[in-house]
């Protein structure tokens, strides 16, 4: 399933399709979304006139999951051409002549950045699953097993101009309707962190496939390593990973900033609601949602200090060379490679705060900062 949805990826940043050949499905996707995003604040207004805390506490995680999706997909969608670009020439840069230490290496990291993106997506899928099928699964048991009456519930409160209680075809179009909806939503959330952590993770990869280059090649301005790599390729392809981690920071940045304005609120939204679940299920599913958000920042954080690491550590190898053996040539070249090393590649929210793995310290503490605030302005209330 993974693998089908990379390649349906992979057919969208293919530049020489026709338009509509290209984007056609966004002909449904923008007015069930729209539909979707309209009924979800119409009726979040209503609850709040009303001051119902308990229905805003259910009903706010999935709305701000919606909004951030949103928020994403209006800050991607015109990179899409940037994020080809990118893919091309980090395929371009891909070679297979590596030695047993590289290739080792190269392994151990590809491995750990494909079981982090198949954790991340089937765990995102499955809790999404849990979410939305619950209501359905407690409306059959009540009402055809345990014969109670109840109410029909949906995945997501929404105000709409039609009684869903009693017609059961339009109660089930709905529900459907908004299962599908909050799908393509996490879709897109999920999907623009895997892209980001992926293209990340590769270009990581290069740099300490250059490091290993660099610790083999020898201080004459002409002697190629056994990977056919000299000082002057070396510096040629130290500077497309250079050009690329800026591209990619450029395509990614306000997705970050955005991901980090929402994410503390949405988690603590989720924890929040868990407090006030009707049962076991629908607690796990918000504690789920709580895991997903913060395992997603991680990885995030993760993936962009190893980048920085990796280019910075570059500079150290650089440094530790023989370059005062070789020639003029040589000890020039050895000194621009560490002179652009002291300029970490990585990534940056909104080309201001670099992330790191300082940064999810921070998201989480002020995660727990918002969720003891709420917890405060509820018991505030309830007095």
């Not at 089908?4 to 056609?24: A, C, G, H």
């Not at 992330?355 to 918002?370: G, I, P, Q």
Request: glycine residues 4%.
């Amino acid at each position: 399933m993974l693998r089908s949805k990379i390649i349906v990826f992979n057919r969208f940043l293919e530049e020489d399709r026709p338009f509509v050949k290209k984007n056609w499905r966004f002909f449904y996707i923008v007015p069930a979304v729209l539909v979707h995003l309209i009924s979800l604040t119409t009726h979040m207004g209503v609850l709040i006139s009303k001051k119902q805390v308990i229905n805003v506490a259910h009903m706010l995680p999935p709305f701000l999951v919606s909004i951030h999706a949103t928020l994403k997909a209006l800050v991607i969608i015109p990179k899409t051409a940037e994020i080809s670009t990118i893919m091309k020439d980090l395929g371009a840069l891909w070679r297979t002549n590596y030695t047993d230490k590289q290739t080792k290496e190269k392994n151990r990291l590809l491995k750990r950045l494909n079981f982090c993106n198949k954790a991340n997506f089937w765990v995102a899928m499955v809790g999404t699953a849990q979410y939305l099928i619950s209501p359905m699964l407690e409306i059959l048991i009540r009402r055809f097993i345990l014969q109670q009456p109840c109410e029909l519930l949906l995945p997501v409160p929404a105000s709409h101009p039609f009684d869903l209680n009693h017609n059961w075809f339009v109660y089930t179009a709905v529900y459907f309707f908004q299962s599908y909806t909050m799908f393509l939503l996490v879709y897109v959330y999920n999907g623009s962190e895997l892209i980001l952590i992926t293209l990340c993770g590769l270009l990581a990869n290069e740099f300490v496939m250059l490091k290993h280059d660099l610790s083999r090649t020898t201080p004459t301005p002409n002697t190629i390593n056994e990977n056919g790599i000299g000082i002057e390729e070396f510096i040629k392809k130290h500077q497309k990973l250079i050009r690329l981690s800026r591209q990619l920071d450029n395509v990614f940045n306000r997705m970050i900033f955005i991901e980090l304005l929402f994410v503390g609120i949405t988690s603590c939204a989720f924890r929040f609601a868990g407090e006030f679940a009707r049962g076991l299920i629908y607690t796990l599913s918000n504690y789920v949602a709580v895991t997903i958000l913060l395992v997603t920042v991680f990885y995030v954080c993760y993936y962009g200090e190893l980048l920085t690491s990796a280019s910075v550590h570059l500079g150290n190898v650089a440094y530790q060379n023989l370059w005062y053996e070789g020639s003029k040539e040589y000890k020039q070249a050895i000194r621009l490679i560490i002179k652009r090393s002291q300029t970490p590649c990585g990534l940056t929210s909104l080309k201001y705060a670099a992330v790191s793995l300082n940064t999810f310290t921070k998201v989480v503490s002020t995660t727990w900062s918002y969720f003891s605030l709420m917890n405060s302005v509820y018991t505030v209330a309830e007095q």
